[in-house]
């Protein structure tokens, strides 16, 4: 698999460089980051001391030519730019960046009708295993428990809640037969009142360098069940995203999530 990198420098950029380097049916083709960053011109493998023989561009044309997968984990409004390239040299794309808006989402769908994409805001399989037990959970306690879903990152993160947290509320919404937007309450400040039944809250925490924290309370009258996903290393989203990868193989377009590339849809 000949694979381009975008956001090459930052911190899931480096993981996906290491596990493409160290994956037997991949290579690294491309390293795209933009065109402020320091790095531009040097060797995409020189923070592990490796040659690649792949320099770091600015230039999206160049870092896709040759490109037949792009793993895009950056921000919104560099995801979309990438997608607009990639839509012309044909580079299936793996997206892992959080915190795109409904409009911006909507452009990738439209992109999908012609290119095979995976968007997931999640690539590990264990998260993605998690939301088939949230679920299971809230199908089964979908009354008298009060649903709560608290989110930590590390100091940078600058999306809030997490992409994560977010598709957490949104399965469990819909195995309760509702609309996330209907039901989610992002913050609570001063005199809020009672909690409102029915209601899925949502709790951030940044600090440090936290990888990625996930609890799903239910809270009951005399008894409180936890769901909890803790990652300690980005490996296992950079697995993923190249498990992502080997799916797209056979696939010609279409706008994928991790569920489907592990086998989860129902
Ligand atoms: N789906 C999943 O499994 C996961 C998703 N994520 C998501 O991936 C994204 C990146 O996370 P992380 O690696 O921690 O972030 P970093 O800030 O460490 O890396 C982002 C990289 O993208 C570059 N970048 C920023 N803005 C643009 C732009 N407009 N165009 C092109 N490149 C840009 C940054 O360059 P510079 O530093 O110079 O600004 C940096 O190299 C986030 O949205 C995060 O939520 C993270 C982990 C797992
Ligand atoms: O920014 C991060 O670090 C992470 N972002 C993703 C999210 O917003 O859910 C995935 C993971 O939690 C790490």
Redesign the pocket.
Known sequence: MKIAIAGATG?MGRMLIEAVLSSPDAELVGALEHDTCQLLGEDAGAFLGKKTGVAITADITKALSGAEFLIDFTRPEGTMAHLAVAQKTGSKMIIGT?GLSPEQIAALKKAAENLAIVFA??MSVGVNVTFKLLEIAAKMLNEGYDIEIIEA??RH?V?AP????LRMGEVIADALGEKLDDVAVYAREGHTGERKPGSIGFATIRGGDI??DHTVLFAGEGERIEISHK?SSRQS?AQGSLRAARFLKHQSSGLHDMQDVLGLRK
Do not use: L, Q, W
């Not at 997490?162 to 947290?165: D, I, K, Y």
């Open positions: 911190r959080t805001p999640n990152h590390h993160k999306d997490s992409g994560t947290a990888v990625g990652s989203y």
